[in-house]
């Protein structure tokens, strides 16, 4: 949640507006409090297209049709003013994360929980379709988690029964993967389509990712009209209730009741809501939203500065609630708390600004596709002596690429021309440097101390003293880095106060261990090839691999499953590290050689390199493609960098990097390199950035 900005509403009805949880193409979306002090979600239409009759009818229509439906699975409407000259509907305000966020944060359901969802989501879609109406756009976004279950939200388009799926000229008419084959060829709809979003939704719960995905939403559509939905990664146990509900026929898809009725859910299966991380997070939302709801009275600025330490009982700021109501962060840290202080803002003025208020990521262009045969030319570069020998690879940051500079720091070159945007001398960049969100650039200073700039403009924020000495991953809400002391400490980006701190499993040796998060857990590999994992949530472990690797190999995590090279190729569960499957290399492990270097997961295939070979492999182990060999690639490997239809490998010695046809069909192009020490590379917005010996340059790709 944000706080309000100018020519935002200070009251809407009998609504009191406290802060804004989301703007879309059509409207924006207030937290709002009434004369009793209830929350509501407050969605008014955007006033520059309140003279389009087209959204106006379509905001009256979503505002009638939601009214209809008062099941408990769905958010109820509580008001309307549909004649004003600013419309607005006021609905239930649902404080915890949508389904989307929750799997996330805390990996894919678990079999009770997964079921209680399917039966809840049937029920809810049984009465939705009683009423006479097809909600038509259910996908994890639009099911809220809460302590009573899940809720179905968003009815902009839902429509009578056998109504047409209506768009604009331009639009896409469903949310692709999760629109039915009927709706995505824009013919009349039943409550089938309805059943086959809610098989793709259940499918993301269970595994982890979409059924269906891919590099671009035509072939999205493709799949869902003539392909076969993805579900290597469904339990077994669970696919009977997932499977039916992607029938190409409407009429050979089960009725919602059906669905209810096979997912068998357990006795007292409302106690599965109340228990876990998942449900801790749902309260601390809650508990959020009544204080911020509490604090709707007051007036005046919120205070300038965050204490070093929490003071029992102390009350946090207005702003502070915005910004944990939106992370679902803790107010008061957990554990030690770093010492936090505001940065000024950069222009000498001694007027303190808020380090958390961090402006909208800048928007870049993708690059145009350049040839896939001959020698690539730059779109830049190179630019000689620009960084450090010993840079760690590359960071994309929307419109700026981040590396160690020479001479020190780090620096922020723009993506479009590869002229300097910002420079931050403060920065240890042996530490290395992480993005927040696309936002922030996170990095540490010699003393340790985590520091925090804007990405795109390099104005310092937030700070915490907690004593870095490399970090290792970060999402939107949290840092997550190793101490000097050899702990890992997780640090809130809410508030910059440490959430927790645990000794690792086993020790992580080496200057800068590798590191991937996501599936709700983090997982580290140290130089000794050892490989940790821990809850996000609150650092214990979750699973230990010892002798996986020769070198610290950083980690690939896709939906539930964690990718590993080294000795073995491995794919493991990122929940509790079971293996499910395990590769050997295509040639024997020789001296001072290991195996398999770093995976790279993308569009739902695995790449990574195998000696002198790049295998292509699907989530169950499969070969995808045909191995495709490259030249004189020796360790450390870095993991391959998949950019729109290409795959590149960053090679060794004299030879340079290589792109090769992701689809295994096809001649590899290759932009020579000399004097190969420290050469890494990364990739986005179909640009390939590569740093070799001090030198940085950017590649189009194919």
């Not at 193409?25 to 009434?34: A, I, P, T």
């Not at 000794?528 to 002798?547: E, I, N, Y």
């Not at 699907?618 to 020796?634: F, I, K």
Request: aromatic share 6%.
């Amino acid at each position: 949640m944000k706080p309000l900005g100018p020519g935002d509403p200070l009251r809407l009805g009998p609504y009191r507006v406290v802060g804004v949880l989301g703007e879309g193409g059509m409207g924006k979306v207030y937290f709002g409090r009434d004369a009793a002090g209830r929350a509501a979600a407050v969605k008014v239409l955007l006033p520059e297209l309140a003279h389009d009759g087209h959204l106006v009818d379509r905001f009256v229509r979503e505002a009638q049709t939601a009214r209809v439906v008062t099941g408990e699975g769905v958010a109820r409407v509580l008001g309307a003013e549909l004649e004003s000259g600013r419309p607005w509907i006021a609905s239930e305000f649902l404080a915890g994360p949508t389904l989307d966020d929750a799997v996330q944060r805390h990996g894919p359901l678990g079999d009770g929980l997964l079921r209680e969802t399917a039966r809840s989501l049937a029920l809810t879609l049984a009465d939705i379709h009683a009423t006479g109406l097809i909600h038509r756009d259910l996908k994890p976004s639009n099911v809220v988690l809460t302590l009573r279950g899940p809720r179905i939200i968003d009815f902009g388009i839902a429509r009578p029964e056998h109504g047409l799926t209506l768009t604009r000229t331009g639009q896409i008419p469903v949310t692709p993967g999760y629109g039915a084959p009927e709706q995505v060829l824009g013919q009349r709809v039943g409550p089938a389509a309805d059943v086959f979003s809610l098989g793709a939704v259940l499918a993301f719960a269970a595994g982890g990712r979409p059924a269906y995905a891919g590099a671009e939403v035509a072939s999205v559509l493709y799949e869902v009209v003539h392909g076969a939905p993805d579900l290597a990664l469904v339990p077994g146990a669970l696919r009977y209730l997932v499977e039916p509900c992607f029938a190409k026929e409407p009429g050979a898809r089960p009725l919602p009741g059906q669905v209810a009725e096979a997912a068998r859910a357990a006795h007292r299966a409302e106690r599965l809501w109340k228990s876990g991380t998942l449900a801790d997070e749902i309260r601390e939302r809650e508990a959020t939203a009544r204080r911020l709801v509490g604090q709707a009275g007051r007036v005046g600025a919120p205070p300038r500065r965050v204490p070093d330490t929490a003071a029992d009982g102390a009350r946090p700021s207005r702003r502070g609630l915005l910004r944990a109501l939106a992370g679902g962060g803790a107010l008061v840290a957990a554990g030690a708390g770093g010492a936090v202080w505001w940065l000024a803002d950069g222009g000498g003025s001694s007027v303190l600004s808020d380090p958390f208020d961090v402006p909208p990521a800048a928007r870049v262009r993708p690059a145009e596709l350049g040839s896939d045969t001959g020698t690539p030319e730059p779109l830049w570069g190179p630019l000689q002596g620009a960084a450090d020998a010993g840079s760690p690879p590359p960071l994309p940051v929307r419109d700026v690429v981040v590396f160690a500079a020479a001479g020190g720091g780090i620096a922020a070159y723009r993506v479009s021309n590869g002229r300097e945007r910002w420079r931050a001398e403060d920065a240890h960049a042996d530490a290395g440097y992480l993005s927040i969100a696309g936002r922030l650039v996170a990095t540490a200073d010699a003393d340790g101390v985590l520091r925090t700039y804007v990405a795109s403009t390099g104005a310092a924020r937030w700070t915490a003293d907690v004593g870095a000495s490399a970090l290792l991953a970060a999402d939107a809400g949290h840092v997550y880095l190793l101490t000097s002391d050899g702990d890992l400490r997780c640090v809130a980006t809410a508030d910059a106060r440490v959430r927790w701190t645990r000794q690792p499993p086993l020790a992580l040796t080496g200057r800068r261990p590798a590191a991937a998060l996501g599936a709700g857990v983090l997982v580290v590999c140290g130089d000794s090839g050892d490989v940790v994992a821990v809850r996000t949530g609150d650092g214990a472990k979750a699973w230990v691999r010892k002798g996986q690797a020769a070198a610290a190999l950083p980690p690939a995590i896709d939906g539930g499953t964690v990718f590993l090279g080294g000795h073995t190729l491995a794919a493991v569960r990122a929940g509790d590290g079971k293996e499910l499957w395990s590769q050997g290399p295509m040639q024997p492990v020789r001296q001072g050689v290991y195996g398999f270097g770093p995976p790279a997961v993308s569009g739902g295939v695995v790449f990574v390199l195998d000696g002198d070979a790049v295998r292509s492999l699907r989530p169950n182990g499969d070969q995808a493609a045909d191995p495709a060999m490259v030249a004189g690639v020796t360790p450390p490997w870095q993991p391959p960098v998949v950019q729109a239809g290409s795959v590149w490998v960053v090679e060794s010695r004299d030879t340079g990097v290589s792109g090769l046809p992701r689809a295994g069909r096809g001649m590899a192009q290759t932009y020579p390199l000399t004097g190969g020490q420290g050469r890494t590379a990364a990739g986005e917005g179909n640009r390939l950035f590569v740093l070799n010996a001090g030198t940085l340059l950017a590649l189009p790709v194919f």
